[in-house]
């Protein structure tokens, strides 16, 4: 596991005149069923939200208006994505550290998630996120343990 499994995924688009429609499909769009939806909107200017990790839990985040920047840290190591176009998902895999922020006005940023909400699955603490993410994400060509 680490931050490479993360990634932008371009979702369908039907091209219309009257508008264009973008649809997901749990399972075949995004590599999990989808269990829970929840949206943030009519976050001020300058605030940060997020500023968790989760130990199980799939997300695709989506900029359905405006822009906004997520940045995953996977223990090792650190990306910044910028968000601003809703035919475009991020995939955040389980054990990564999240915070979004850099909101436009007007902005709104759709998650969905693998599982309903489970207080046990957050981390809340960013460093005894990074204790267990050091120990289960090893960074790419370290070698696996022995002596």
Known sequence: MGIEQC??????IVHDPRGNLTFVEGS????FDIKRVYYLYDVPGGATRAGHGHRKLEQLVIAMSGSFDVVLEDGHRQRRY???RSFYGLYVSPMMWRVIDNFSSG???MVLASEVYDE???Y???EEFLADARRLN??????????
Not at 28 to 31: E, S
Not at 138 to 147: D, I
């Open 28 to 31: 075949r769009h995004i590599p």
């Open 82 to 84: 910028h968000m601003n």
């Open 7 to 12: 990634r932008f995924i371009e979702l369908p």
């Open 124 to 126: 809340r603490d960013h």
């Open 120 to 122: 046990a699955d957050y």
């Open 107 to 109: 902005s709104v940023c």
């Open 138 to 147: 090893k960074p790419a060509g370290a070698a696996a343990g022995g002596a």
